[in-house]
């Protein structure tokens, strides 16, 4: 397992740290937190699984209402989000942070982009990228793509982290 180091960043078509280029090989565990709260065996398993394989990183939904979910009002959220974001620190893992699933989720969205850029900032050495909003055009989502812009630029104002607006649908 390569050792964290410093903040992530493009080069070329690669990422790469201090370090230089590493390869960035992952898998989706979008209920990690949820794993966290709930079950952290779980996720010392998921982190056993990807050691094994090789993955360098997962895929982290912040928020989402399915089986799993993971909810931005619970009390203890920054524990639960520092506690794996530590986690994963501890086993040289890095992720990939997919912020709002469901605009429906997110009361106020400036403040919860605002909260991850901070906490973005904190763990720069393993967050190699977010996602701003999942599948923007779902028909569950009530996003559009200047609102979806308006966020991006808003997280890329408080963060050197790598960001992307959105997937499609």
């Known amino acids: 397992v390569r050792p964290l180091a410093g903040l992530i960043r ?57 089986s799993g979910g993971v909810d931005v009002n619970w009390s203890d959220y920054d524990t639960v989000v520092t506690h794996g ?28 982009i605002d909260w991850w850029a901070s906490k973005a900032n904190q763990y720069g050495d393993l967050v190699s990228f977010v996602e701003i909003q999942n599948e923007f055009e779902h028909p569950d989502n009530a996003a559009n793509v200047a609102e979806v812009q308006e966020l991006t630029d808003r997280f890329a104002s408080q963060s050197n982290i790598l960001c992307a607006p959105s997937a499609p649908a």
């Not at 050691?51 to 209402?65: L, M, N, P």
């Not at 620190?89 to 997110?106: A, E, G, K, Y």
């Open 85 to 112: 974001l530590n986690k994963l620190r501890s086993r040289n893992m890095r992720c990939q942070i997919t912020l709002i699933t469901r605009t429906f989720l997110i009361g106020n969205r400036e403040a919860h």
């Open 10 to 66: 493009r080069d070329g078509k690669s990422l790469a740290d201090d370090n230089g280029l590493f390869p960035s090989v992952g898998l989706s565990a979008f209920w990690y937190f949820w794993a966290i709260r709930h079950d952290e065996g779980m996720a010392d398993r998921l982190l056993d699984m990807c050691e094994q394989f090789g993955a360098t990183y997962i895929r982290i939904f912040a928020s989402h209402d399915w």
